[in-house]
């Protein structure tokens, strides 16, 4: 059964440029993660989805920053316009509810 | 904003000894995880301890939790070089938000 997967892997982009994420969950799970990983911290809660829902986006910095999940499955993080502080690794996570998340590589973006 | 605490920021052991690495977290909980990261990659799921629960055991792992002090620790048994990696612990809270904390990066020297 293949894990989450999330491309691109990498993406450098000039600052005040869109960018866009996207991330293929675990079958069947119902809950969607997208976490920021800055280097040497641990990741920070972005949004979180049950089904197709956003249950919890406090965290998101909603001026540029966007998310979907359409059909409850797969779902896309977007940042219009990037900023040079948004450098860091974009990780995705699916689980069936409560208990254990399953991670995808993550998304390295660069901001120059 | 982080939920979790640990402590020590870095470890450098030989082979053979143990790990010791600690988490401290602030409200209630649902359950305590710990993850494993190596550099570079994406988190992997080690362990699962429930609230309700003090001690679980998984192979060369061992993870304890009080709630009465809100605290939590992971101790890898018999190292070896390969356990090098960062060690998070992450708390899931009510809604199943899941909480990280800042990490342990572990070196196990051989």
């Known amino acids: 059964e293949a894990g989450v997967v999330q491309s691109p892997r990498y993406k450098i982009i000039e600052k005040k440029q869109p960018v866009a994420f996207w991330c293929n969950p675990i079958?069947?799970?119902?809950?969607l993660y997208w976490y920021l990983q800055n280097l040497g911290q641990g990741p920070e809660l972005l949004i979180r989805y049950e089904n197709e829902e956003a249950v919890d986006d406090s965290q998101l910095p909603k001026d540029r920053f966007s998310a979907e999940r359409l059909k409850g499955v797969d779902s896309t993080l977007k940042i219009q316009p990037a900023e040079l502080g948004d450098s860091a690794v974009y990780l995705c996570?699916?689980?069936?509810?409560?208990?254990?998340?399953?991670f995808g590589q993550g998304t390295r973006l660069t901001v120059v | 904003s982080q939920q979790g605490e640990e402590d020590p920021q870095a470890l450098s052991i030989q082979e053979g000894e143990n790990a010791t690495m600690n988490c401290s977290y602030k409200?209630?909980?649902?359950?305590l995880q710990w993850y494993r990261q190596n550099s570079g990659r994406g988190l992997v799921h080690l362990i699962l301890?429930?609230?309700?629960?003090r001690e679980k055991h998984s192979g060369r792992l061992r993870v304890t939790l009080d709630t009465s002090k809100k605290s939590s620790s992971l101790l890898i048994t018999a190292s070896r070089a390969a356990d090098t990696a960062s060690y998070f612990c992450a708390t899931e809270t009510s809604g199943s938000r899941l909480t990280f904390g800042e990490g342990t990066q572990l070196t196990v020297n051989p």
């Open positions: 996570a699916s689980s069936l509810g409560s208990g254990e998340a399953f």
């Open positions: 301890i429930r609230s309700n629960e």
């Open positions: 079958s069947g799970h119902n809950t």
């Open positions: 409200t209630s909980i649902n359950n």
